[in-house]
C-alpha cells in the first residue's frame, strides 16, 4: 500500500476520495486561495456571510490563511463538513467532484504544513506535569511509602477527555502549597523507622464477642435486664459452631477482639458460610471501622451450609478493626425480618460467622526495602526512649547513625534526586538540594529532619513535576518515562532505566518486549483504570443514586461488580488480544455472581469475574450492555435516550455531536407513567432544526430503552403510580416497591433509513461502524499516551495506525503495541 | 548559587509584588470594631446550592415590590426589606460536558464547562481576594459541605474547601502555642529557602525549551514566587495574634448525611469571620449527592429528588429540604444583622449572593438561575423580574458587586454591562 495522503485517511470512513499529491495542488494555483474562494462563493455564502451567518459562520470575513490557531479551527470544520457531504446541504446543487476534491486538498494541505512545522519546532506536546495521581504514584514509589495524597491535592480537569493532557494541567500557587502538604504527609512515613512485629497469626471466635454474648445471654423471650418491662428478642443465633446475622444493620458483625496496634500489612483470614439461604450463595462486606470512617476491603462469595475460608491481604491503620456485613438479605419470603420474629423462630436467610484469624504487621525485610533504597547502607540504630523523636504521633524507636553526616546526607539526596528526576543528573544539578541539606544540619538539625529539607525540595522542582521531553524524538529517558507513566501511571522502574542507560529502549524489539513486561505488571491495573476509567465515565459511577423505591435490588455490591465488570472485560480484551470490534458486540463478558444474577444469566458463582459464554439468545455482550455504561448513561430515576446516544457518538465512535442551540431547552422529565420519553422527543422528529442531528443521536438511545438505569432489562417501565405487580422475586422474597408500567419500544432508525427492532438488531448494524470505533480507539490511546488531543496533521497517523493493526485483526493489545511504536509516541 | 535567604523588608516585598494596597490594615490591633466615623470593609458571601432550587416555589408570580411571598421566601419574610430576588438571569453558553458541570462555572460564567479543551477562568470571589486578598489574614475562604468549591484561580484551577468547620475556626480564631507557633514559622522560614532554591532551576531550564514550553514554565515560576510571596505574608501574620472571638469552637458533624446541619455551622463562622476581618469574601457551596439528607419526611438522596420527574412525593420531599435551606440562609441574615458595624449592621456592608447553578435541576437547565441578593446596602425588597426568554448576563450583576466592594472593574467574564437595572444603591 502506498503511504496513504491525510485525505485518503480522513476520507477513509466517508467513502470516495483518494489522492497522493495534496501539497502539489496547493502550489499549482499559488497558494491556492482563488480555489478556495471560487468554491465558498459558489456553495457556501449564500448562507455563511456577514447578514446570514448561519451557524455564526461569515465565510467572506474568514482569511483563507491558516497561520493562526483560530481560523485553522474553523477550516478544519469546513473541511470535515464538506468532506462528510453535510455541506452543502442535501437541497442545495451537490458540487463538482473535482472543485471539492480541490477545495480539501488546499485546505487540507496549508492546515497540514502549518501544524507539521509548528510541531517539528516545538513538539506536538507541550510540556506537561504530572497530575494528581502521578504525583501519588511516583511519590509512594520514590519514598517507599502507601500514604493517600489524593484528597489532598487540587483536582485535574480532564481536558479532550483526560486528565493527562498538557492542556488542562495548569499550575498555580495552589499547587505548590498543596504539593508541600502531601510531601510533609509521605516524609515521616518514610522516617517513621520501627521494626515490624513477627506475631504468629491470632483466632478470633465470633462466639467470644461481648456483643454476641449480650445478645445471646438472655432468652429469647426473657425480660429485657435493662428494662423488666420490655421482652428480650434475640437477633443472633448460636450455632454449634458460628453465630449467624441476619441482616447488615444492627446488631452489627464487629470483631473488636482485635484492633491493628500499628499501621501495616495484615494477612486476615474469615471463615463463613450461609445459613437457610435456600442453597443460595451471599455475599459477605468485609470492612475496616475506626468508630468515625469504614473502609470497604473486599467481597467474597459465601456458599451455603459449607464454610468458606477467605483471605485478604491489606493495609489496616492504627486503630482499625473488622466490620462484616451480609448483603441483600434482611427479610424472609414472606417479608418479615428477624426483629420481628427473634433469631430463633426466624427463617429467612443469615450469615454464619466462624471465626477470624489476623496476623500482622507482616514481616518484611529489615530495614526495609523502602528505607534501603533512600538511605543505602547507612545503619539504622536503636534510640533510648527519652531521646526518640516524634514522628505521626508516636515515637519512633530507631533513628539513622551515618559515619560522615555530611556526606551521606549529600549521597542520600543526590540519589534521591536522581531517581525523581527519572534520568541521570547534570553536573551541579544536585548541589542546590545538597547545600539545604548541608546547611540545615549546620542549623543543628538532625540527619532526618535535615535529609527531609533537601526532599521536599526536590519534590517540588520543575524536573520533578514536569515531564521534560525536548522537541524531535524522544530520548530514551524521557521514552521510559512517556511509556511508564502510559501504562502504569507512575515513574519507570529500574529494568526500564536501565535498558534507557544502554540506550536499548528506543529499539523496536526491546520496545516490545517491555510493553509486553508491564502489561502483564500488576501496575499496569492503573492502565485499566485510569484509561478506561476516563474514556468510558466509569469514573462517574456514584455520581447518582437510583430511585430505591424503583429500583430496590441495585446496592453497593452490584454498584462495585459494575465497575468491575467493565473493568475485567476491557482488561481480557488486552490480555488476549481481541478484536476492538468486542466494545459493539461480543458473545462474551466477564462476569461474577452479582452481575450475572443482574443479567439474568445463570450458573456462575463467586465474587471474581469469569469469562462468560453469552447464551445464543441472549442481548447481551460489548460495551453498550454492560452495566456500568448504562448507569453513567442514566440518572437515578429515568433514562434519556439523547443522553444514551449522544455518549454512544461520543465516546463508542468518536464523532461528538455537536451541541444543541442555545435556545433548544431540555426535556422535563416526567416519572408519573402517563408519557414515554419516546412521546416526549416527538419534536426531534417533527421539527428539521432538531432532527438534523437528533436522527443521528437518538437512535442508539432508543436501542438501549431496553435497559432500565441500573443496566437491567426491561419490557415494561417500572413506574410508581400505574401498572401491575411484578412477578418476579427479590432474594428470595415478592417485590412490593414499584410497579410495572408502559412497554418499552426499542425500535428506530438509523439517519441513513436502516431500521432496527431491538438492541441486538442494532448491535449488527453498529458493527457496520467497526473501523470507525477502531479509529476511535486509537485516538482516545494517542491522547491518554501521549498527552495531547489530535490535531489535524495528526490523522494521518490515526488512519495508518488503524489500517495496519485492522489488518492484524484489530486486536487491543496489538493497538497498544502500535501506538507505543507511532511516530506520535516516539517524539515529543 | 546563593541559598541563604535575604529578609525582604514588608515594604520592599510590597513593591516587588506590584499590588497597592492599603497597609494599615495589616498593622491594625485586633480584634478591630469598626468605629462609626471609619469606612467599614465591604464583603461578600456566595452560596450556592449546586442541586438547584425548585424555582416554581420561590419566583414570586409579581414583579416589583409588591409581591406575594411565595413558600420559600415566607422562610425570609422577617427579612424582606433586606433582599431582592431575581428571575431572568444566568451565564449564557451552559452547555457542558454533563448535566452538572455549571457547577464549575457559577462563579466564573467560563463558557461549555467540561467540554473539548475547556478551561475555566478566575472566579469572582478570587478576583476579589487577588485585588485586596493582601489586607486581610485570609485573602478568601472557600468553605463547602464537601471538598468542591466554586472558586477558581485565575489559571482555572478550582481551590478544595474546607469542610470542617472546627478547622476554619481553629485557623481564624485559636492561636497554637509558643511551640507550635515557633514550629510553624520555622516551616515557613524553612519553606522560603526552598522556594528560593527551586526559583533558582529557573536558568537550567531557560535555555532549552521552545516557546510553548516556555509558557508552561513561566506558569510554574510564577507559581513558585507566589508561594514565595504567600510565605512571607503568612509569616507577618503568624506574628501578630489572632482576634479573639466571643464564640465556641464548633464541634464538626460527623454525619454526612447532615447536610442542613453542616450547611448552619458553616453559616455561623461567617459573621465570626467578617466582623474580625479575617476575610472579606467567602464562598459556600452546599452540595447533596448521593446522600438522603437527615431531614423529618425525607427518605430519597437529593440528587433523585431533584430530578423529580413531576412526581408529587418526591416534589414534596425535595420542597422540605429546600424549605430547610431556605431557612439557614435566613438564618444568616439574622445573624449578620444582629451584628453592629458602625451606624448599621454588618449586613449592611456584607452581599450575600445566594442561588443555584441549575435553573431547573430536573431537566439540567441552567437558565432562568434561582438568584437572591441580600444586604450590602441595596435599595432591597423587590422582584426583579427580567427577561425569562433572554436572560441578563449574571456577570452584569458581578460587575455591579464588584464595583460594591470598592474594586475598579468595568467588565467580568460574560458581562454586557456594568450592573443590573433596577438594582440600586440605597
Not at chain 1, 438479605?329 to 420481628?340: L, P, R, Y
Not at chain 1, 477470624?356 to 538511605?375: H, I, M, N, Y
Not at chain 2, 509558643?178 to 516551616?187: E, G, I, L, S
Not at chain 2, 454525619?255 to 446541619?261: F, P, S, T, V
Amino acid at each position: 500500500m502506498n503511504r496513504p495522503s491525510f485525505l485518503l485517511i480522513a476520507a477513509m470512513t466517508a467513502g470516495t476520495i483518494s489522492f497522493s499529491h495534496c501539497a502539489n495542488a496547493a502550489t499549482k494555483t499559488n497558494d491556492g486561495s482563488q480555489t478556495v474562494r471560487a468554491f465558498v462563493d459558489q456553495h457556501c455564502t449564500n448562507c455563511h456571510d456577514a447578514t446570514e451567518k448561519k451557524g455564526g459562520l461569515d465565510l467572506e470575513a474568514l482569511p483563507i490563511k491558516f497561520d493562526s490557531e483560530k481560523d485553522r479551527a474553523e477550516w478544519v470544520k469546513v473541511f470535515d463538513r464538506v468532506l462528510a457531504d453535510e455541506m452543502p446541504p442535501a437541497k442545495k446543487p451537490r458540487p463538482d467532484a473535482a472543485a471539492k476534491r480541490a477545495l480539501l486538498e488546499t485546505i487540507g494541505g496549508g492546515i497540514v504544513k502549518v501544524e507539521k512545522s509548528l510541531q517539528a519546532a516545538e513538539g506536538r506536546v507541550p510540556l506537561r506535569r504530572l497530575n494528581r495521581l502521578e504525583f501519588e504514584r511516583t511519590v509512594q514509589e520514590l519514598l517507599g511509602v502507601e500514604t493517600p495524597m489524593l484528597h489532598i491535592l487540587p483536582s485535574d480537569p480532564p481536558s479532550h477527555g483526560f486528565d493527562t493532557v498538557a492542556e488542562g494541567l495548569r499550575i498555580s500557587q495552589l499547587h505548590i502549597e498543596k504539593y508541600l502538604e502531601a510531601v510533609d504527609a509521605a516524609i515521616p512515613e518514610a522516617l517513621d523507622f520501627r521494626p515490624p512485629s513477627d506475631k504468629e497469626p491470632k483466632r478470633y471466635f465470633y462466639k467470644e464477642e461481648q456483643g454476641v454474648k449480650r445478645q445471646l445471654d438472655v432468652a429469647d423471650g426473657a425480660p429485657d435486664p435493662k428494662n423488666q418491662n420490655k421482652i428480650h428478642h434475640q437477633m443472633l443465633k448460636e450455632l454449634p459452631d458460628a453465630i449467624v446475622w441476619f441482616n447488615a444493620g444492627y446488631p452489627q458483625a464487629d470483631l473488636k477482639q482485635f484492633s491493628a496496634k500499628q499501621s501495616g500489612r495484615y494477612r486476615i483470614r474469615i471463615s463463613a458460610y450461609g445459613h437457610q439461604t435456600d442453597g443460595r450463595d451471599l455475599m459477605m462486606r468485609v470492612y475496616t471501622e475506626n468508630y468515625r470512617t469504614r473502609r470497604p476491603l473486599g467481597y467474597f462469595d459465601i456458599p451455603p451450609d459449607k464454610p468458606r475460608v477467605v483471605e485478604l491481604n491489606v493495609t489496616l491503620n492504627s486503630g482499625e478493626f473488622l466490620r462484616i456485613e451480609p448483603n441483600g438479605i434482611g427479610a424472609d419470603s414472606q417479608g418479615k425480618n428477624v426483629h420481628n420474629e427473634g433469631a430463633p423462630k426466624y427463617k429467612g436467610p443469615g450469615l454464619a460467622l466462624q471465626w477470624a484469624e489476623l496476623e500482622g504487621p507482616l514481616a518484611e525485610s529489615w530495614p526495609t526495602p523502602g528505607t534501603k533504597r533512600l538511605f543505602g547502607d547507612i545503619p539504622l540504630v536503636e534510640v533510648a526512649q527519652n531521646r526518640q523523636t516524634w514522628r505521626r504521633n508516636h515515637k519512633v524507636p530507631y533513628a539513622l547513625k551515618p559515619g560522615n553526616p555530611k556526606g551521606d546526607a549529600q549521597n542520600v539526596v543526590e540519589h534521591f534526586a536522581q531517581r525523581a528526576f527519572r534520568r541521570p543528573l547534570e553536573t551541579g544539578e544536585a548541589e542546590p538540594f545538597t547545600k539545604l541539606v548541608t546547611d540545615a544540619l549546620d542549623a543543628g538539625k538532625s540527619f532526618e529532619d535535615a535529609v527531609e529539607v533537601g526532599f521536599r525540595a526536590v519534590l517540588t522542582t520543575p524536573q520533578f513535576l514536569l515531564i521534560e521531553e525536548r522537541p524531535g524524538k524522544l530520548d530514551d529517558y524521557a521514552l521510559a518515562s512517556r511509556l511508564s507513566y502510559f501504562l502504569w501511571s507512575t515513574m519507570p522502574d529500574d529494568e526500564l532505566l536501565s535498558l534507557a542507560a544502554a540506550k536499548k529502549l528506543s529499539q523496536t524489539a526491546t520496545l516490545r518486549a517491555q510493553v509486553e513486561r508491564m502489561l502483564a505488571s500488576p501496575r499496569a491495573r492503573a492502565f485499566t483504570e485510569n484509561f478506561a476509567g476516563q474514556w468510558l465515565d466509569l469514573r462517574n459511577i456514584e455520581a447518582t443514586t437510583p430511585d430505591k423505591r424503583l429500583y430496590p435490588e441495585f446496592d453497593e455490591v452490584l454498584q462495585n461488580s459494575m465497575i468491575g465488570e467493565t473493568e475485567a472485560f476491557f482488561t481480557e480484551m488486552l490480555v488476549r488480544n481481541e478484536s476492538t470490534a468486542n466494545f459493539i458486540h461480543s458473545d462474551w463478558l466477564m462476569l461474577n455472581r452479582p452481575i450475572a444474577e443482574h443479567y439474568g444469566i445463570e450458573g456462575v458463582k463467586g465474587e471474581s469475574f469469569q469469562r462468560v459464554k453469552l447464551p445464543a439468545n441472549s442481548q447481551r455482550g460489548g460495551l453498550l450492555t454492560q452495566a456500568a455504561i448504562l448507569k453513567v448513561t442514566a440518572n437515578g430515576t429515568v433514562t434519556s435516550p439523547v443522553i444514551r446516544g449522544s455518549w454512544v457518538m461520543k465516546r463508542l465512535l468518536g464523532k461528538p455531536p455537536l451541541p444543541p442551540p442555545a435556545d433548544a431547552g431540555t426535556i422535563e422529565p416526567d416519572t408519573r407513567g402517563a408519557t414515554t420519553i419516546r412521546e416526549q422527543l416527538a419534536k426531534h422528529r417533527n421539527s428539521e432544526t432538531c432532527a438534523s442531528c437528533h436522527r443521528s443521536i437518538d437512535p442508539p438511545g432508543f436501542a438501549l430503552e431496553s435497559f432500565d438505569v441500573i443496566g437491567g432489562w426491561r419490557d415494561r417501565y417500572r413506574s410508581q403510580e400505574k401498572g401491575d405487580s411484578p412477578n418476579r422475586k427479590l432474594n428470595g422474597r415478592n417485590i412490593w416497591e414499584y410497579k410495572l408500567g408502559l412497554p418499552v419500544d426499542a425500535s428506530g432508525e438509523l439517519s441513513d433509513g436502516r431500521k432496527f427492532q431491538d438492541i441486538a438488531q442494532f448491535k449488527k448494524l453498529l458493527l457496520g461502524e467497526s473501523d470507525q470505533v477502531l479509529k476511535n480507539v486509537t485516538e482516545k490511546l494517542l491522547i491518554y499516551s501521549t498527552g495531547a488531543g489530535i490535531r489535524f496533521a495528526d490523522r494521518t497517523e490515526v488512519a495508518r495506525l488503524t489500517a495496519s493493526v485492522k489488518a492484524k485483526s484489530s486486536g487491543l493489545r496489538t493497538l497498544v503495541h502500535e501506538v507505543v511504536e507511532s511516530p506520535l509516541f516516539l517524539n515529543k | 548559587m546563593n541559598i541563604a535567604h535575604q529578609p525582604i523588608s514588608r515594604r520592599a516585598f510590597l513593591r516587588s509584588t506590584g499590588v497597592a494596597l492599603a497597609l494599615p490594615y495589616l498593622d491594625a490591633m485586633w480584634p478591630r470594631a469598626f468605629a462609626a466615623d471609619a469606612a467599614a470593609p465591604r464583603r461578600m458571601v456566595a452560596i450556592c446550592t449546586s442541586l438547584g432550587i425548585y424555582t416554581p416555589s420561590l419566583f414570586p408570580k409579581e414583579a416589583g415590590r409588591d409581591y406575594t411571598l411565595t413558600p420559600y421566601l415566607q422562610q425570609l419574610k422577617d427579612h424582606r426589606s433586606d433582599f431582592t430576588v431575581f428571575s431572568g438571569v444566568s451565564h449564557p453558553d451552559q452547555a457542558g460536558a454533563d448535566g452538572h458541570t455549571s457547577e464549575m462555572t457559577w462563579l466564573t460564567s467560563a463558557k461549555h464547562p467540561g467540554l473539548g479543551g475547556f478551561r475555566n477562568t478566575i472566579s469572582l470571589d478570587q478576583f476579589i481576594a487577588e485585588k485586596i486578598g493582601i489586607q486581610t489574614r485570609y485573602p478568601s475562604l472557600v468553605l463547602g459541605t464537601n471538598n468542591t468549591s466554586q472558586s477558581y484561580t485565575r489559571s482555572g484551577v478550582m481551590l478544595p474547601a474546607d469542610t470542617k468547620p472546627s478547622q476554619v475556626f481553629a485557623k481564624l480564631f485559636l492561636e497554637g502555642s509558643k511551640d507550635a507557633v515557633a514550629a510553624q514559622m520555622q516551616k515557613l522560614r524553612e519553606g522560603r529557602s526552598i522556594m528560593d532554591t527551586v526559583q533558582g532551576q529557573a536558568k537550567r531550564f531557560a535555555g532549552r525549551v521552545g516557546a510553548a514550553d516556555r509558557d508552561k514554565l513561566d506558569e510554574y515560576f510564577t507559581s513558585i514566587r507566589e508561594m514565595e510571596q504567600r510565605l512571607v505574608l503568612s509569616e507577618e501574620w503568624a506574628r501578630k495574634p489572632k482576634p479573639k472571638v466571643d464564640a465556641r469552637p464548633p464541634t464538626d458533624i460527623a454525619e454526612d448525611k447532615d447536610l442542613i446541619g453542616k450547611m448552619r455551622l458553616l453559616f455561623e463562622l461567617v459573621p465570626l469571620a467578617l466582623q474580625t476581618d479575617s476575610t472579606r469574601t467567602i464562598t459556600i457551596l452546599v452540595q447533596g449527592r448521593g446522600d438522603v439528607p437527615l431531614i423529618d419526611g425525607v427518605t430519597m438522596a437529593h440528587h433523585e429528588l431533584s430530578h423529580h420527574g413531576q412526581d408529587p412525593e418526591k416534589l414534596k420531599q425535595l420542597q422540605l429540604i429546600e424549605d430547610a435551606e431556605i431557612h439557614a440562609l435566613g438564618g444568616l441574615l439574622t445573624a449578620l444583622k444582629a451584628k453592629k458595624e458602625g451606624s448599621g449592621a454588618l449586613l449592611d456592608n456584607t452581599m450575600v449572593l445566594f442561588g443555584s447553578n441549575l435553573g431547573n435541576a430536573n431537566s439540567h437547565d441552567t437558565k432562568n438561575l434561582p438568584l437572591v441578593l441580600a444586604g450590602g446596602g441595596f435599595k432591597h425588597g423587590q422582584h426583579l423580574a427580567l427577561d425569562t426568554k433572554n436572560n441578563t448576563p449574571f456577570c452584569n450583576l458581578f460587575v455591579q458587586i464588584l464595583q460594591r466592594m470598592n474594586i475598579e472593574a468595568d467588565a467580568f467574564g460574560s458581562s454586557t454591562k456594568a450592573s443590573v437595572p433596577g438594582l440600586e444603591v440605597a
